[in-house]
């Protein structure tokens, strides 16, 4: 959302070789999405996707969470598969907390899965009196994110294209700095310590396997969720970080 970023990246990549144009866009908003396709699709055939955009617990309400990481995605999802190109690709950044979320009914599965995009904030299940604290929004809406993946997939595949998650733990970027120094950053910190790997992600680990997923070596992986968080969610089910 902020020039400033998109100045940055794009420099990085121009100062490698690329071809760089940018764009601030508000994921939560159909016409700002809508926008950036029309931007892409003018350049030519859309061939990779890759969304990242999100607002953490510490970061947000639960309203703007579910805003930005539930419908943002939704709509990123809706609007890109609706032009990408034979042999594209798209990658979402989920995230482990969706796994750490209890079990959804098949309605509700189905529902965070399927429902149009515009109609999703009024499920019931997302109302205020059902999502009261920030944590659950977030979570909600990752599991959505993987849901909403597997179902577009379909669809994607029918334009020849493919789409998957990657559901990372704590990787150090400013969102889990936020974190880390916010509210719950206790519990980050326990989760870091405790974890089969004792340590938190980079960001380049994540690209590595957002790589695969991308690349000619994915080329048989759809609708798929790439669980990466060293050992975060086997801990909190079957190890030291359980809930007591």
Not at 23 to 29: E, G, H, N
Not at 219 to 226: L, N
Request: net charge negative.
């Amino acid at each position: 959302m902020r020039q400033d970023n998109a100045d940055a990246a794009a420099e990085v990549l121009s100062n490698a070789g690329f071809d760089v144009s940018t764009a601030t866009i508000d994921v939560a908003s159909r016409q700002s999405v809508h926008a950036l396709v029309e931007k892409a699709t003018a350049l030519g055939d859309v061939t990779g996707v890759l969304h990242a955009a999100g607002v953490s617990p510490s970061q947000a309400s639960p309203a703007t969470i579910l805003a930005v990481d539930l419908y943002g995605t939704a709509l990123v999802l809706e609007e890109f598969g609706n032009v990408i190109a034979p042999g594209g690709a798209c990658v979402v950044i989920a995230s482990q907390s969706g796994h750490r979320l209890g079990a959804l009914s098949a309605e509700q599965s189905k529902a965070l899965a399927t429902t149009p995009a515009d109609a999703l904030l009024s499920l019931p299940m997302l109302q205020p009196d059902q999502v009261k604290d920030s944590l659950h929004a977030y979570q909600l809406s990752k599991r959505g994110n993987s849901l909403r993946v597997m179902a577009e997939a379909v669809r994607w595949g029918k334009r020849g294209a493919r789409v998957n998650t990657i559901s990372p733990g704590i990787v150090i970027t400013p969102l889990a700095k936020d974190e880390l120094s916010g509210p719950r950053g206790e519990a980050y910190r326990r989760m870091i310590e405790l974890c089969p790997v004792g340590r938190a992600a980079t960001p380049d680990e994540v690209g590595t396997v957002g790589a695969l997923l991308m690349g000619a070596d994915g080329t048989f992986i759809t609708g798929s969720d790439f669980l990466m968080d060293g050992g975060v969610t086997a801990s909190y089910w079957y190890g030291e970080l359980a809930p007591k």
